[in-house]
């Protein structure tokens, strides 16, 4: 993974001229003066990590998985956000762990969390370290003797495959190829795959409730978790002896979600499907967004339902064109918005719902691109981080977010979105194009996902989006949405999440983790804010 | 409702004297030789709610809907398994509450609860009293001042109807058939039938996570919840801004199961689909229960799936055909194991999924026995608790036992159940008849559902009954089963959920409680054991 941006460098592509020409002609985007900073000149601030601690965590899982050079320290600095690339392309290293452990399996993890306890070094377990909502730097790490990664990489097996019950059991440090590889081998596939497919691990999937593009098909990842392991410094913590049960609470779905603040996920028993044998994508055009939601809708509610199901609005629908690679590149009218639309099954069944989609969607406006569009749109799907780095390169500010809420709430928030980023950006003096897609949907509602491209400006490219998303923030919650549908909250949501959970339920999270992590060393600061000192 | 049995006294029918004859032949059944106690005879403990108590609950209510009248008092008894019937009619009252409170708003709920901490009244959450699990009956009542029931019943109305997002909002004291009615009058369905259906409530189906005859298509009620809001001591809890969110740990999903010890759940918002134009229900025969289990599976897992998918064992289809009005009534063939598959939409979608679904099936080892058996399982589908009250009348003892798992472990989970329950029973010396079904399938797996009838016997029926619920419960532990799939926890369940939970797990759930309900006043010694006064 590429220290200062997104995956594998090989893959990396400069923008073509013309989109460079109308970044600078339409948003005012000019190539920063500085020149990015080199990997081998970053030079984090001195560990931190005691030797009696340093001592403790190497008497569990060896020397060699102790890292504290400055190159891994660098690595496992924040996630992916635009802001986290920015500061770390400047050299701007002080969330920096003091070290990198890389604990081989469970009882190393649960020894690991018991020494971080006694040492008081906070633990932050990182999967792909993709977070792109601060999940990876903690907060408050004056109040502890250091910080630690829990780099879980080593942990990355498939452990079981139960092909009666079609359950898999993985391991939290598997990445989603080799977790796909290892599954399609034996015939089958877990069917989940979200922007970050290339690098983040089942681990993160399960701690950030992630969700893929074929969500509509194959559920999200926290739907096809039918039991998990984590370890906490209270102990083990297993749950899940059936796909369902009326035995209390669902343990299971208070650890989906808790992004490495209760625990570190150590196993996943997932739900997984046999590979389809075909699969088919395919564009439409729809009018207008209102016209294609109300389709998407239509799907989504009276079937049949396809595996992938997507609508952007027309200020996406309009770059989308502009873009030879994209769903909508090569195609000669830039009016309206552009559908993707998935089926995979046998050719037979895949024909069936096909048709009985394309009638409805015909009979709600749309109008068939045909496999053109969609072959394009599945060729490209991972590559949208590739393509901000590029931005980034060229001196544009690039960043995404996303909601979700109750169809009926949606065409508000997508309004009280879009213009919260628009005043904001623009106030500012960067004019923003804001674009939106629709990119999960389920009976009662769906997601809206924002991508905002701006200047970087001259001043503080930084403050001008911290500004920009808190307005949007307060705006989803202000129209109904939750703070987020599958990016999690991290840091950077979790005042939003305080509101949407409200002061009783952030307190209910706080009593979990006070009776998981009574000392607070996990992930300090990610999830719950920290108790009022004056409480 | 019946306060010494189920349902409607109108609708109880005595049983055939050829069935009382072969209870008698086969399992020894006798009639009892004491006559059942008469409402109007039975005298509960007297109230010990203090009149400071009482004022402070009369004025949040009114006078009018603090009751403390025998009747009342009686009819707010326990709940509906079978030692809680047999229990009532012989007269033991030891656990009536000392009142009954019956709150018209969220508001009133609230400011009760307050009251109850406020004057260490236990609280118990009722809605159409039909636990089967000791979900009625609290636990060391001595260590308060009172008992009340909490009747939910005034709040019943359909809040909202949200169209565009198929939701609806409703009152926690709606039952089935009044909340089926409301929505539709507006052309819209839950699809929650579960046997309990005629008088639970909205409330308890989402406080004891049930799940309806027809979840293959509906899915069980915790699935269908999108939102709900609780009233606890530590005040008010609201969950879900939209039907999915990657937005922390899913507090609904600490809420759902939580069965009155957490909070009284108040609102409900649940997900509902149009009316069906038609539905038809098919009756299929296979050659052992092995070979039918394996062919649901098929459907669970490759589709099409059915709205409805049982499947009974050897020993109950034998009984069903002794039965006319149940599903195998007036079949010839008394040979292997019946299955009822139900389809629902336009009959152009039945067709299609029925054809689809028949030749899965039928190459699985089914045959079909037409619509005759599908239509007689409809009709009775809620008729099995009468059929208890009439097999208890003669002196029979009879009683359900569920449980659920992943499909691996169902041959042997059904085996030990079945081998635990024979053993025990039969080692008191009252063979009983042992029969199962397999009542809802998933991907993963699916529940098991036993019904045992045996002689009430001339000493202690309650006693010869928890030692066989005692090894059924260590044999569902011990084959990976789940204590409940859709009866909850109760009292019953409590100390072996306590060990599916494992003692971490446990202590979250008792942190969570600690939160939301500091003086403990909520059901209490339901789902969670009570600390070791020890610890």
Chains 1, 2 share one sequence.
Request: proline content about 7%; aromatic content about 6%.
């Amino acid at each position: 993974m590429l220290w200062s941006g997104w995956g594998d460098p090989a893959k990396a592509a400069p923008l073509p001229d013309a989109v460079t020409g109308l970044l600078r002609d339409l948003l005012g985007v000019r190539p920063s003066a500085t020149p990015p900073a080199r990997l081998a000149d970053l030079k984090p601030p001195a560990s931190r990590l005691p030797d009696a601690a340093r001592a403790a965590l190497a008497a569990v899982v060896g020397d060699a998985h102790v890292r504290t050079d400055d190159e891994a320290r660098v690595r496992h600095t924040r996630g992916k956000s635009t802001p986290d690339l920015l500061r770390v392309r400047a050299g701007e290293l002080s969330d920096a762990p003091d070290a990198v452990i890389m604990p081989g399996s469970h009882a190393e993890v649960q020894a690991l969390l018991e020494a971080c306890a006694a040492h008081r070094v906070a633990a932050v377990p990182f999967g792909g370290g993709t977070s792109v909502v601060g999940g990876l730097a903690p907060e408050g790490a004056a109040a502890f003797a250091a910080v630690v990664a829990l780099d879980l990489r080593r942990m990355d097996a498939l452990l079981e495959l139960d092909e009666v019950s079609r359950t898999a059991t993985l391991q939290p440090g598997l990445r989603g190829p080799r977790a796909e590889e290892l599954l399609r081998a034996r015939g089958y596939t877990l069917g989940h795959f979200p922007q970050s497919f290339e690098w983040a691990t089942i681990g993160g999937f399960a701690a950030a409730r992630s969700s893929g593009q074929a969500s509509a098909g194959y559920g999200r990842f926290d739907e096809m978790v039918v039991a998990l392991t984590a370890a906490t410094p209270a102990g083990t913590l297993e749950a899940g002896r059936a796909p369902k049960s009326a035995a209390g609470p669902d343990l299971r779905q208070l650890l989906l979600g808790s992004e490495g603040a209760f625990g570190v996920i150590t196993s996943v028993t997932v739900r997984v499907r046999p590979v389809p044998e075909a699969a088919a994508y395919e564009g439409w055009r729809f009018p207008d967004f209102a016209t294609g939601a109300a389709a998407l809708r239509r799907l989504a509610q009276d079937g049949p339902r396809p595996v992938v199901l997507r609508l952007s609005d027309e200020a996406e629908t309009m770059v989308n064109l502009a873009d030879p690679g994209a769903i909508g590149g090569g195609l000669s009218d830039a009016s309206g918005c552009l559908a993707v639309v998935g089926f995979e099954g046998t050719p037979e069944e895949i024909e069936a719902r096909r048709s009985a989609a394309a009638a409805r969607l015909a009979e709600a406006g749309g109008t068939s691109l045909g496999a053109g569009p969609g072959e394009k749109w599945e060729h490209g799907r991972f590559n949208a981080p590739y393509m901000r780095d590029a931005l980034l390169d060229v001196g544009a500010f690039v960043e995404t977010l996303e909601t979700a809420a109750f169809w009926s709430a949606i065409p508000a928030l997508y309004a009280a979105v879009r213009d919260a980023l628009t005043a904001t950006l623009a106030g500012a003096g960067t004019p923003p194009l804001v674009m939106c897609h629709i990119s999960h949907v389920y009976e009662a509602g769906a997601s809206l996902y924002f991508t905002v491209v701006s200047a970087q400006g001259a001043d503080d490219p930084l403050a001008h989006w911290a500004a920009a998303k808190h307005a949007a923030n307060d705006a989803i919650l202000a129209a109904g949405g939750t703070i987020s549908h599958h990016h999690g909250v991290g840091t950077d949501h979790r005042d939003w999440y305080a509101r949407e959970a409200g002061p009783l339920g952030t307190g209910v999270l706080r009593a979990v983790k006070d009776r998981l992590d009574p000392a607070g060393v996990l992930n300090p600061g990610v999830l719950i804010p920290p108790a009022n000192p004056q409480e």
